[in-house]
Each structure stands twice: as structure tokens, then as C-alpha cells.
């Protein structure tokens, strides 16, 4: 399980630019494996940072829930995989190796991402939101909660990160707003129609009181 | 005198039961604290990956798993198939691979070298007459009854149509699969993805050759299963032995690509339909031959299920299961119901509009032939009224929209037996008036736990939290599999005897103690009443108990009305469809359901809902590609195999169909109903939209112009 970092001085450090927009994990890999490797001996073992590519495993910061966290992982950990198995934040699911489901979506930047499509190198100097770090979030879990827009409850935590992502930018959504904004989301038991009446009635009240 | 008998309350003397109530998980569930077997992460967890067989029919050759052992954080391998064994499908289990993280699990599967000789395979699950050139053909058990050949020959009218339904999944969220923990090399700890908590441990001591005491099962949520999960799984089996081998505990999930090919699929069916009836649309006679299959064992669904819903009395259907290289099937939801409505129901329809008739008609008119067509009458009066049937029904074909859109409406209906499951629960009842349940049941995302408290707060008049329900391991008193729609009975029968038994007891030691006749008394809202009048509060009559807990087991189920058999249901659906492009927009779909007593209103309409979802599913998106030429399931992922997005289900409406009668039945099952005749029911509508029918589900939009392509201008 990771570590809690002591140290928060070198989180400005980690300002690499992103190297990739919106694509999968596997093409994030094979781009960062045909980066140009600057790395420099006076930059110490192992640290990822910006154009350093390591093959091995280096120490990556993430901050979570703001909270920071020091891992050893390798480039090709996923976001998904570090949050899940080195942090034990297990509330975002994996229920694939690819991001056709929205069960892993998470609030980067207080944008939805989904936390498959990213590695967790690249997550760095971010500010990464997980269900954990919502659970505060009474208003929109008591929707769900209320309009039983759950079942097994396995998809649910990705529907409210990924309602809670559409809110953030858009806190009166329409129907139509809302079946695009959720539609990368997967739900096997049937539970739709409690979403939309619950995602219906947060954007009737979303940001009026 | 209040009389000591086992019955649900007088339906307007509820509190609790039959009110929509929030799940008591549901917070848990949508904050992620909820742990589910694949968030389990013990110390020292390694991680399990599998390799599976790229070929639907090989022999191995050579399986070299030393150079594998050597990659870095591989710790061990589990070969779950042996050179010269034969693989039977595409995606069957080879070889599991634990390793420290899931990542070095995947390398070490990369460093095996597998040799196949690649053999001969059979796919076509469609074409029964390449079947029978292949020598794939399996004849199962024939269903003939009556005089079929002479009374179609009499006939009025006979329709004759073909009418199929593909192979789909279970597409349970949670993948199959199972975190394995020893203790003292001799206890093993199971969290496994199940919806047979109480039915596993010795799944799991057999074959590993302990005593079934040394093993527990837990799971505490799962998924979905949808009838897949009621097995140990070798995937299951081979986490504790890998578990064993390293003594570390190993968590073993299946990819999407092995969940979809080889943990859970339910059989295709295919159908040439004749139908024959009277003048007036009353069916006579029924003659089909039957084919379908998931697997290599070939089966298809049971014929004595045609035509479903409406027995005829002269029938025959000649079934034939077809062997392919398929991963094995599993129940699901409602087994082989909604293949058996999609096959008949639709032939009723285009019958229907054969003779000019409004199909509500003809369904109405062989209702006799139901096992209750009083209620199916009113069902359809109902369904029909919320969907305005009379105002836009219009004769098949002849809705025209603009441009290219075409409006239809369909209907279809279905039963279920819907009994409870044999159950045991143990309920403790504490001096400070709270209470705790025991069962080893599950909550496969129908409100287990929720109907429990209310059971059982709603029979002691207290306030729900003040119960905690446990369920969700085998060491609590044993509760039957969630299959079939047997839990909410299942579970609801016992605990109400046993807080029925456990409130009768504390009634005496009240009746002791405050001087009172114990038949007087009852329980409302907090308070013990003798005659209606306070007598103590439930807190004082509990204190009674003393330090030792007060302790009852109920068992289930029995034969006094607190559950009970046999449901029915109607569907009707409105739909519009696009000729050009072949895509069907749902407007409304309407279920009108039959349920018996309603223990919690909210995850009743919650399971209904469901099950129109899943049935859109079916009906429209949903289907395994089995390719032929190199028989590989080739839409094994979430982006080729497609499932219904929230914008694609339309407005629906679910209506209870619930009287007092209906409620002194008892509690019946609910899960799977409503998933029987969405595929009829949308079927139908968009024939009625279009003016032919689209004979093979999904109805995707290629199949939806085909059948537009040959049908008469």
C-alpha cells in the first residue's frame, strides 16, 4: 500500500506536459517508450519526471483525495491499478482492461477521466478525485441513495463521479445533456431509469441554494 | 385475543413493509466503501491473470511454463490443462499466472509457450442444416401433444415464419472470480463473487480434499450474476490452490474477454414456426422445429416451453441442440423464458395481422388457454390504458411518420413461478432492544439486506436501523441460492416466523412482568399495547430479556401464506423506426406486473425496471459473434459486444399490478418476469412499425433493413 508522503515541497515539480490527450493506456505506453530519454545522472535513480524514461519501476507522486501519496510503480501502471491494488482506494471498479465501461472514472482536475485510460506517471502534479473523496458529497450520493439508481451498486460509483464531472461544468443539464454526459457509462442490472430521474432532479436543484 | 399465527399483517396495518424504502447499503454502495471480492486486498495479495485458448478447437502440443517461472515477480503457475488435452472453445482457461502485481501476471503469461494443433471447429449455431451435414446435431426431447398434423389440416388460417434468438452473456459488472486466503495451511478463506454463499464451501473442500468446517465463504456484495455465479468456478479453485502453493493470498478476477467467452452464456434459439388457428384467431395447433445452443454439450431451450405461455392443445415441437465450440452455458435470468416468448409470441402477432386482427385482440381472445386469463385480461386493460393502445394502434405498416420514421406498438406477456428457496435465519433480540439477523444469503443488487430489516422491524414496530442484518457468509445459518427469484421469499418467510416467535416470547416475559394477558398484546411503533392501551415501551419489554440475548431461528419455506407461487405479467411497447437507417427509438415501454406482497416498494419497481432494461438489451443490441471462419468470439469486449446506454431505453413505466388480493397471496419472486417478453413485445412493435417482421433477435439496424430489403414494396 503506498505511502503518505511527508514531503508536499517537490509537488511542483512534477509539472511535465502531457504527452498524450484523451487516448488509451496501450498507446500512452508505446508513446512513452519511444520518448526521447533525457535523463541525467544528476536528476538521482528513478524518479519520473518530465522526458525521464525509465524502464523499471521509479517513485510516483500522486495527489489523491488531496492527500499525497510516494509509489514505486512502473511507466505501464495504469491510474486504475495504482488507485485499486498500491492505494486500496478500491470504490473506482475495473470491470475491463479498456474504458468502454465508466466504472473507473475518476475527477482529474475536476474533469471526469477515465482512470484506466490514463498511467499513473502521467496523473502527476494533478489533482486526482476518487468516489473516497466524494463520499462527503451528501447531495448527490442521497439522490442516488433515494431514487434507487443502484443495484449490485459495482457501476454506481463511476455514475456519480461521472454525474458529479457533468455538474461541475454544467449544473443545469438538460435530459438529453445528461444521456450524453453518462453514456460512457455501463450498467448491467438496469438501473438507467433511477439515473436519470436522479440526475433530473440534481440539475433542477444543483447550485440554487 | 390476538391469535399467535405465522401471516403478514393486514395490509394497511404496514408501517415499513410495502413503502418505498432506501436500500440500508445504499450509501456504502455509491460511496465505493462497499468491498466487493474483487476490492479485497489483504496483505500480500498477489494478483492472478489467465491464459486462454485462442483457438475454439486445438489440441495442445507443447505448454512450456519453466521460462515463465523466471519472470521477475512471478511467483506461481497453475496449469489447468495438460499436453494432449483438447481445448473446446475459444477462451477456455490454459494456464493462471500469480504474480506480485497484475502487470508481472501478465508478462509471465507472455513467457509461456503454448503449441496447439489446431483442429477442425463448428460454430454456426444458426444453421441447422450445416449442423446436420457436420454431424453436430443433438435430438433432444420431443414435446407432441394432441392431434397436430390433422387439426392444422382442418385450420382456418396458418402462418408459417421463421424466428430466432441469439447466444448472449451475463455481462455481470464485477467479473467471475475469487481472493483466496490460507490459515495455518490448513483453513481457507474464500471471498468469491457468488450468488450461492451457503452452496460453495464444499465446492470448494471437495476437490482440495479438506473438511468443509475449514472452509468460509464470503461475500459480502457481488456484481450481478444474473444466474452465472453459483460455482466454485475453476477460476475459483485454482486462486486456492495457487493461494496454497505460495502461501500468499491470491486474487483471481477474470478479464472481459474470458468473462464473456467462458463464465456465463445463455443458449441461442432458432424456430421454423407453423401455426394454425380458427376463423375467429383462436389457436389450434402449434408444429415447429426447434435449434439453438451455447456449447459444446449442445442444448437448446426445453421445447415443452412452446408456444409459451399459451398451451395449445395440439402441439409438437421437434428440438435438436447443436454441439459448437462455445463456452459452456449457464442460467440466466429466467432460463430459456424469454427465448421461448421470442420464438411464439411474435408468430401469435403475425398471425394477428394475418387475419386483419388487432394482436390485442387475438392475445385476448386465447387467454382460456393461460394459466389465468383473468388476470391477464386485466393486466392488458391496464398496460393498455397506459400506453394508449386504442388512440396509436394503427394496422401493421401503416403508422407512417415523416420522411422515413414508422411508429408501432406491440405487446406480449409472460409467468413465472417465482417460489422461495429453502432458507434458515437467526435472529437475536438484545436487553437493549436491538436486534441482529443471521442468513447466509447474498445481495445480488436486489436489496437483500433492505427486505430483511424491513421484515423484521416492520414485525417488532421498530425503527429499521435498529436491525443489523448480517449476510453474506457461510458460517451463518445456510440460505438458499439467489436463482430463479427465490431470495426475497426465501429470506422474508424466516425471519418474519422468527420475529414473529422471538415477539411472542418477549409478549410473556411483558405479560409476567407487568401483570398483563399475553394474547392481549401487541406491538405499534415502539410500544407493547395490551387492548390498545400502552403497557411499556419496546426498550423496557426488551430489558426483560436480560443479559443473555434472546435467540430464535425461522426456517422456511412453509405452507402458511407468507410466500407463495405463480405470477404473470404484460408488456406493451411504442416505438418508432427509422427505414433508412434501420434504428429503433423506444418511446415508451409499459410493464404491468404481478408480485404478490410487496416487502419494499423501491427495489421492486427498481427489479422490474431492470429487467426491461436487460430486456431492451436482448432485444436490440446485445448478441455473441461466433466468427466462422476461425471460430473465435470476436466481440468478446465492451466496445464490440453492445449494451443499451442510458439515452437508449426510452420511457418506461412500471405498474405494480397489486390489489388486496394480490397482497394476501404472499411473497413471490420478481427478478425474472420482466426480463420474459421484452423481446416479443419489442419485436412485435417494431413489425407493427414497419410491416414485416425482423425475424431474429437483436434486432440490430443491418437486421432491421434486411428484413425491410425483402419485404413486398
Redesign the interface.
Known amino acids: 500500500?503506498g505511502q503518505e508522503s511527508q514531503s508536499s515541497g517537490d509537488k511542483a515539480v512534477f509539472n511535465r506536459r502531457a504527452f498524450l490527450k484523451g487516448s488509451g493506456a496501450a498507446m500512452a505506453a508505446g508513446a512513452w517508450a519511444g520518448a526521447e530519454t533525457t535523463s541525467t545522472a544528476a536528476e538521482g535513480p528513478q524518479t519520473f519526471k518530465k522526458n525521464l524514461v525509465p524502464s523499471g519501476p521509479g517513485e510516483v507522486i500522486l495527489n489523491v483525495n488531496g492527500k499525497e501519496y510516494a509509489l514505486q510503480l512502473?511507466p505501464?501502471?495504469t491510474l486504475l491499478?495504482a488507485l485499486?491494488?498500491d492505494l486500496?482506494?478500491?470504490?473506482?471498479?475495473?470491470?475491463?482492461?479498456?474504458t468502454?465501461?465508466g466504472?473507473d472514472t475518476v475527477l482529474i482536475d475536476g474533469k471526469p477521466v477515465l482512470a484506466n485510460s490514463r498511467l499513473a506517471v502521467e496523473c502527476q502534479g494533478k489533482q486526482i478525485v476518487?468516489?473516497?473523496g466524494?463520499?462527503s458529497d451528501a447531495e448527490i450520493?442521497?439522490s442516488?441513495?433515494?431514487h434507487?439508481?443502484?443495484?449490485?451498486?459495482?457501476?454506481?460509483?463511476g455514475f456519480?463521479m461521472a454525474l458529479r464531472g457533468l455538474l461541475n461544468k454544467n449544473p443545469h443539464p438538460s435530459a438529453?445533456e445528461?444521456?450524453?454526459a453518462?453514456?460512457?457509462?455501463?450498467?448491467?442490472?438496469?438501473?438507467?431509469?433511477?439515473?436519470?430521474a436522479c440526475a433530473l432532479e440534481l440539475a433542477r436543484q444543483e447550485g440554487d441554494n | 385475543m390476538v391469535e399467535r399465527t405465522y401471516s403478514w399483517k393486514p395490509r394497511a396495518e404496514n408501517e415499513l413493509l410495502g413503502t418505498p424504502v432506501e436500500r440500508i447499503d445504499g450509501v456504502a454502495k455509491a460511496t465505493g466503501q462497499a468491498k466487493y471480492t474483487a476490492d479485497i486486498n489483504t496483505s500480500g495479495t498477489l494478483f492472478a491473470r489467465a491464459l486462454t485458448s485462442p483457438h475454439a478447437y486445438a489440441r495442445i502440443k507443447r505448454l512450456e511454463i519453466e521460462a515463465a517461472k523466471s519472470v521477475s515477480g512471478v511467483k506461481a503457475i497453475k496449469v489447468m490443462m495438460n499436453v494432449g488435452d483438447e481445448v473446446l472453445w475459444d477462451g477456455q482457461l490454459v494456464a493462471v499466472v500469480a504474480a506480485e502485481r497484475p502487470e508481472f501476471a501478465l508478462d509471465g503469461i507472455r513467457a509461456i509457450e503454448v503449441e496447439y494443433e489446431v483442429l477442425e471447429h463448428f460454430v454456426d449455431e444458426e444453421n441447422l442444416e450445416e449442423a446436420k451435414t457436420a454431424d453436430k446435431q443433438n435430438p433432444q426431447k420431443e414435446e407432441d401433444r394432441g392431434d397436430v398434423e390433422q387439426t392444422l389440416k382442418s385450420a382456418a388460417v396458418i402462418h408459417e415464419g421463421y424466428y430466432g434468438i441469439h447466444t448472449v452473456t451475463h455481462m455481470c459488472m464485477e467479473p467471475h472470480g475469487a481472493h483466496c486466503e490460507w490459515h495455518d495451511d490448513a483453513k481457507l478463506h474464500v471471498h468469491l463473487s457468488t450468488q450461492n454463499v451457503s452452496g460453495t464451501a464444499s465446492q470448494f473442500a471437495t476437490p482440495l480434499e479438506l473438511k468443509a468446517t475449514d472452509v468460509t465463504i464470503s461475500c459480502d456484495y457481488l456484481g450481478g450474476g444474473f444466474g452465472s455465479k453459483f460455482s466454485a468456478g475453476e477460476w475459483g479453485l485454482a486462486a486456492a490452490e495457487l493461494a496454497r502453493e505460495t502461501g500468499r493470498p491470491v486474487r483471481f478476477m477474470l478479464d472481459r474477454a474470458t468473462e464473456l467467452k467462458t463464465a456465463g452464456l445463455r443458449p441461442s434459439a432458432f424456430s421454423k414456426v407453423k401455426l394454425g388457428a380458427d376463423a375467429d384467431g383462436n389457436l389450434v395447433a402449434w408444429d415447429a422445429e426447434l435449434w439453438g445452443t451455447t456449447d459444446i454439450e449442445g442444448k437448446t431451450i426445453a421445447a415443452k416451453l412452446l408456444p409459451y405461455a399459451f398451451k395449445v392443445r395440439n402441439h409438437r415441437t421437434q428440438p435438436t441442440g447443436i454441439k459448437i465450440n462455445g463456452g459452456p452455458e449457464q442460467a440466466w435470468r429466467a432460463p430459456h423464458h424469454p427465448q421461448a416468448a421470442a420464438l411464439s409470441q411474435t408468430a401469435m402477432d403475425d398471425l394477428a395481422a394475418k387475419l386483419n386482427l388487432d394482436p390485442y385482440q387475438l392475445f385476448l381472445k386465447n387467454l382460456d388457454k393461460t394459466w389465468n386469463p383473468e388476470l391477464y385480461a386485466d393486466q392488458m386493460r391496464i398496460a393498455a390504458e397506459l400506453i394508449e393502445w386504442d388512440q396509436n394502434w394503427k394496422p401493421r405498416g401503416t403508422n407512417k411518420l415523416d420522411g422515413s420514421l414508422r411508429r408501432g406498438l406491440g405487446m406480449a406477456l409472460h409467468e413465472w413461478t417465482g417460489s422461495a428457496h429453502s432458507a434458515t435465519t437467526l435472529i437475536r433480540v438484545h436487553a437493549d432492544g436491538t436486534v441482529e439477523t443471521f442468513g447466509g444469503s447474498q445481495d445480488i443488487g436486489t436489496g437483500t439486506r433492505t427486505i430483511i430489516g424491513i421484515t423484521v422491524a416492520e414485525t417488532f414496530e421498530i425503527p429499521l436501523d435498529q436491525v443489523q442484518v448480517n449476510i453474506g457468509s457461510s458460517k451463518y445459518p445456510r440460505s438458499g441460492p439467489s436463482g430463479g427469484s427465490s431470495t426475497s421469499g426465501g429470506v422474508s418467510g424466516p425471519n418474519r416466523r422468527a420475529a414473529l416467535e422471538a415477539l411472542w416470547k418477549i409478549f410473556d416475559l411483558v405479560a409476567s412482568r407487568y401483570q398483563v394477558d399475553a394474547s392481549t398484546l401487541t406491538a405499534q411503533q415502539g410500544k407493547i399495547l395490551s387492548n390498545g392501551n400502552p403497557v411499556c415501551n419496546w426498550n423496557e419489554a426488551t430489558s426483560l430479556i436480560g443479559p443473555m440475548p434472546l435467540e430464535v431461528q425461522g426456517e422456511g419455506p412453509k405452507r402458511d401464506g407468507l410466500t407463495s407461487i405463480d405470477v404473470g405479467g404484460v408488456q406493451m411497447a411504442d416505438v418508432t423506426v427509422d427505414i433508412e437507417t434501420g434504428k429503433i427509438k423506444i418511446n415508451r415501454f409499459v410493464a404491468v406486473q404481478d408480485c404478490g406482497t410487496i416487502l419494499n416498494r423501491l427495489t421492486a419497481e427498481s427489479q422490474v425496471y431492470g429487467g426491461m432494461i436487460m430486456g431492451i438489451s436482448y432485444a436490440l443490441f446485445e448478441e455473441r459473434i461466433l466468427d466462422n471462419k476461425t471460430g473465435r468470439f470476436i466481440n468478446a469486449d465492451l466496445f464490440n459486444y453492445k449494451l443499451p446506454r442510458i439515452g437508449d431505453i426510452g420511457e418506461l413505466k412500471v405498474h405494480l399490478y397489486e390489489t388486496d388480493e394480490t397482497y394476501a397471496r404472499g411473497v413471490i419472486g420478481l427478478g425474472e418476469p420482466p426480463v420474459i417478453s421484452c423481446g416479443a413485445t419489442l419485436s412485435n412493435a417494431v413489425a407493427n412499425a414497419i410491416g414485416v417482421r425482423v425475424p431474429v433477435l437483436p434486432m440490430t439496424p443491418a437486421r432491421v433493413l434486411n428484413a425491410l430489403e425483402g419485404a413486398p414494396a
Open positions: 500500500m512502473e505501464r501502471v491499478e485499486r491494488n486500496n482506494l478500491t470504490g473506482t471498479k475495473e470491470v475491463e482492461e479498456t468502454a465501461a466504472a476518487t468516489i473516497e466524494l463520499a450520493i442521497n442516488f441513495v433515494k434507487d439508481a443502484l443495484q449490485c451498486g459495482f457501476c454506481t460509483p456519480v438529453e445528461i444521456d450524453s453518462l453514456g460512457g457509462n455501463l450498467c448491467r442490472c438496469g438501473t438507467y431509469a433511477g439515473i436519470k
